[in-house]
C-alpha cells in the first residue's frame, strides 16, 4: 500500500501561495455582479473562488518569503483584498449607472413608489431599475463579461504580483472611472427622459388650454402610458448603451489591474 507524507515546511509554504490568491479573488467575487455579490449565497462565492484559486495558483509565480500571521503579512493580505475590490468596484459602477437611470425614469412616469428589494445592494429600488438591471445582466453574460473580467483578474498576478498593492495612477483611474455612474446613466435613461419630458410638457399645455380638466385624474395614467411605450422603444438604445459602458469598463480594469 503506497502512502504520500506531506513534510510540515511544505505545507507551511504552501499556505501562502494559495492564501493570498485566494484574498484577491474572494475580494472580487464579493462585489463582482453577476457571479458574485450580494444576490448570490455566501457559500457558492466561497466555493468559486476556492475552485479559481486551485486552478491558478499552480501557474503563479511564486509568492513573497512572508509569514501571512506577521505584520508584514496582514499588510500583504489587506493588499490583496483591496486589489480584488478595486477590480469588481469598475464592474460595479455600471450596474449603479444602469440602477442611477431607472429610478430617472421611475420618478419621471410616477412609479418611484412601486419598489423591489434589490438583494445586490439590500435596499430598495424602483421597479423600472430592476427591469434595466435584469437587462443590464442579461447583457454581461452574453457579451462574456464575465469570462473578461476572470480572464483579466487571472492575467493580474503575472502583472502585479502577490504583495505589490494598486499604484497611483490605478487608484486615480478608478476614481475618474466613478463619474461614469452618472454620465452613463444618463446616456441609458435620456432617450426615455426625453419622451416623457415631451409629456409632460404637452399636459402643460392641455392644462392651461382647459384648466378644467383634472390633471392629476388624466394626467397620471398618460405619463404612464407613455413611460411604458418609451420603455420599450428604446430598449435598443439601452443595449447599446450598456455595451458601451461594459467596454468602457473593461478597459479601465485592465488599467486598473495592470494589464
Known amino acids: 500500500m503506497m502512502t504520500f507524507t506531506l513534510a510540515p515546511d511544505t505545507l507551511l509554504a504552501a499556505i501562502p501561495a494559495f492564501f493570498w490568491p485566494l484574498c484577491r479573488i474572494a475580494g472580487m467575487l464579493a462585489l463582482l455582479p453577476g457571479i458574485g455579490g450580494g444576490e448570490v449565497p455566501v457559500r457558492v462565492r466561497i466555493g468559486l473562488a476556492v475552485a479559481l484559486t486551485l486552478l491558478l495558483s499552480p501557474t503563479l509565480d511564486p509568492v513573497p518569503d512572508i509569514d501571512p500571521l506577521s505584520g508584514a503579512g496582514v499588510l500583504v493580505t489587506a493588499s490583496e483584498i483591496a486589489t480584488g475590490i478595486a477590480g469588481a468596484l469598475v464592474i460595479v459602477v455600471v450596474f449603479n449607472a444602469v440602477t442611477v437611470a431607472g429610478e430617472s425614469i421611475a420618478v419621471t412616469m410616477g412609479l418611484g413608489f412601486a ?19 435584469l437587462m443590464a445582466t442579461l447583457l454581461f453574460f452574453a457579451l462574456n463579461g464575465h469570462h473578461a473580467v476572470l480572464a483579466l483578474l487571472g492575467g493580474s498576478f503575472a502583472v502585479l504580483p502577490i504583495g505589490s498593492g494598486l499604484d497611483d495612477d490605478a487608484l486615480l483611474t478608478l476614481l475618474f472611472f466613478a463619474s461614469t455612474m452618472f454620465s452613463g446613466a444618463l446616456g441609458v435613461a435620456l432617450p426615455a427622459l426625453a419622451a416623457m419630458l415631451a409629456t409632460n410638457v404637452a399636459m402643460g399645455v392641455v392644462t392651461r388650454a382647459a384648466p378644467q380638466l383634472n390633471l392629476f385624474s388624466v394626467g397620471f395614467p398618460v405619463t404612464m402610458l407613455v413611460g411604458f411605450v418609451a420603455l420599450m422603444l428604446t430598449l435598443p438604445a439601452f443595449g447599446e448603451s450598456v455595451t458601451g459602458l461594459f467596454e468602457s469598463a473593461t478597459g479601465t480594469l485592465a488599467i486598473v489591474l495592470g494589464g
Not at 115 to 133: A, E, I, W
Open 115 to 133: 419598489l423591489m428589494n434589490d438583494p445586490r445592494n439590500g435596499v430598495q429600488v424602483p421597479t423600472v431599475s430592476q427591469f434595466y438591471l
